[in-house]
Nanobody, 119 residues
Framework: QVPAVESGGDLVQAGGSLRLSCAAS????????MGWYRRAPGKQRELVAW????????NYADSVKGRFTVSRDNAKNTLYLQMNSLKPEDTAVYYCNRYWRDWPRYTDWGQGTQVTVSS
């Protein structure tokens, strides 16, 4: 699998918003559910949100539910993460990748995009 390319990370104050984007290869993107993941300093990578291929189903980690929204544009092979009401604990490197329950075994991660939330 060719790693995806994430963008949109920035330094933002608590309460602010950011929109992340992820460009993936068509073969990766079109056939699968996609997910957003993050890794905070000193912590393991965690699943933040995922969305099915046809966008009919989304799912979120409890820590971001009600604040983050995942969406996708299959015509553009692009995944998005709208992040509102950001908190300092959202500070992490954010990654996108295909999603399936074996995701902890994935090794084909991109560079990610840094999100830093100041208090």
């Amino acid at each position: 699998q060719v790693p995806a390319v994430e963008s949109g990370g920035d330094l933002v104050q608590a309460g602010g918003s950011l929109r992340l984007s992820c460009a993936a290869s068509r073969s990766t993107f079109i056939a699968q559910a996609m997910g957003w993941y993050r890794r905070a300093p000193g912590k393991q990578r965690e699943l933040v949100a995922w969305i099915t291929r046809d966008s009919s189903t989304t799912n979120y980690a409890d820590s971001v539910k009600g604040r983050f929204t995942v969406s996708r544009d299959n015509a553009k092979n692009t995944l998005y993460l709208q992040m509102n009401s950001l908190k300092p604990e959202d500070t992490a490197v954010y990654y996108c990748n295909r999603y399936w329950r074996d995701w902890p075994r994935y090794t084909d991660w991109g560079q990610g995009t840094q999100v830093t939330v100041s208090s």
